[in-house]
């Protein structure tokens, strides 16, 4: 089954800069990553889906990015905000033939200092 | 968060003690998930459901049975609760479909449970 991991420390930048999450995943390659967002006492809340065969996807002032090379996916927030301070999950497929099954990260915490 | 509700929101009981969490959806989604998030573990997937009275194990399933009766409801039961069980406990939903974006999976308000 799938292995995840995330940036293990947190993440604290200043408001305006661009914030950059790490999310490295082991066996094989999925075909699609989620990103959530967490807030304290709260379930997590879909974020952005990116294929396989997507390098890059956005929205708004986030940006995905995929690379099945290197294992890898980077979540960017740019012109970070205090009201993005939250943690991020990323997640994939459990396995190739679990598509409906979702194997989360710890997480990363993301802290934007005004 | 996407009409889906979990009773209770909080719960405290001592150990050997049944326990019945539940799961209510207005979205009418087939597939419906039980995680478990404790820190440094994540988000742990328990049991999930692909519809009516089909339902399988997850990634932390001993010790935690399930039942879905109907579409919207979805119930998760600690038979004897152990201390090592005192986690926040997640619902979620997604939708049925071939597209990978129907696997975006909605989350419930989570149930804080307590085994003393």
């Known amino acids: 089954s799938q292995k995840i991991e995330q940036n293990s420390e947190a993440l604290n930048i200043q408001e305006g800069k661009t914030a950059t999450l790490t999310c490295n995943y082991t066996n094989y390659s999925p075909a699609y990553l989620q990103w959530y967002r967490q807030d304290p006492g709260r379930g997590p809340v879909f974020l952005l889906l990116i294929r396989e065969n997507e390098k890059e996807k956005r929205k708004e002032r986030l940006k995905v990015t995929f690379d099945t090379t290197l294992k890898q996916s980077l979540f960017h927030i740019t012109a970070s905000q205090p009201a993005d301070s939250a943690t991020y999950l990323c997640a994939l497929p459990v396995s190739s033939g679990s598509a409906r099954q979702l194997t989360f990260g710890s997480g990363t915490q993301l802290t934007v200092l005004p | ?116």
Request: glycine share 8%.
């Open chain 2, 1 to 116: 968060d996407a009409g889906i509700t979990q009773s209770p929101r909080h719960k405290v009981t001592e150990t050997g003690t049944p326990v019945t969490l539940r799961c209510h959806q207005t979205e009418n989604h087939r597939y419906m998930y039980w995680y478990r998030q404790d820190p440094g573990h994540g988000l742990r997937l328990i049991h999930y459901s692909y519809g009516v009275k089909d339902t399988d194990k997850g990634e932390v399933s001993d010790g935690y049975s399930v039942s879905r009766s109907k579409t919207e409801d979805f119930l998760l039961t600690l038979e004897s609760a152990t201390s090592s069980q005192t986690s926040v406990y997640f619902c979620a939903i997604s939708e049925f479909g071939q597209a990978v974006e129907y696997n975006e999976q909605f989350f419930g308000p989570g149930t804080r449970l307590t085994v003393l």
